[in-house]
């Protein structure tokens, strides 16, 4: 598959991963590790959310301010990049869902290359 690393600092990691898509829903795994845990979920998300989520990270990048949310439809799993002042980038959310046996909640600071990795990511593979 197409595994793109959007952040990889020390004690810190986001990637994505593109699986596949069935009748107008995208699958892709989300990997995280936030000071020393880690954990990987996969997001269903319908073409629609994913347009919306790539018109809001272009906006988000051309204004440098908001927020972007990517929120699985399977559970209550999500991840959410909020635009701080100066491009700084706060990256939170939780991945697995509360429902499942093991679930990680995350917070980590990182910048605005983030979302343009996203905007690049969501390019390829949202029709």
């Given at each position: 598959m197409n595994e793109v690393t959007m952040v990889a600092a020390e004690n810190t990691k986001l990637c994505v991963e593109y699986?596949?898509?069935?009748?107008?829903y995208h699958t892709m795994?989300?990997?995280?590790?936030?000071?020393?845990?880690?954990?990987a979920s996969n997001f269903c998300i319908s073409n629609v959310d994913l347009i919306e989520v790539l018109t809001k990270t272009e906006s988000v990048l051309k204004e440098l301010r908001g927020s972007v949310e990517i929120s699985d439809q399977d559970s209550d799993a999500?991840?959410?990049?909020?635009?701080?002042?100066?491009?700084?980038?706060?990256?939170?959310?939780?991945?697995?869902?509360?429902?499942?046996?093991?679930?990680?909640k995350f917070t980590f600071d990182s910048d605005?290359?983030?979302?343009?990795?996203?905007?690049?990511?969501?390019?390829?593979?949202?029709?």
């Amino acid at each position: 598959m197409n595994e793109v690393t959007m952040v990889a600092a020390e004690n810190t990691k986001l990637c994505v991963e593109y699986l596949y898509k069935v009748d107008g829903y995208h699958t892709m795994r989300f990997i995280v590790e936030s000071q020393g845990f880690k954990g990987a979920s996969n997001f269903c998300i319908s073409n629609v959310d994913l347009i919306e989520v790539l018109t809001k990270t272009e906006s988000v990048l051309k204004e440098l301010r908001g927020s972007v949310e990517i929120s699985d439809q399977d559970s209550d799993a999500h991840i959410m990049m909020t635009m701080t002042r100066f491009g700084h980038l706060i990256v939170n959310g939780q991945i697995g869902g509360s429902c499942d046996d093991h679930s990680l909640k995350f917070t980590f600071d990182s910048d605005q290359t983030v979302l343009d990795k996203l905007r690049s990511f969501l390019k390829e593979n949202v029709e």
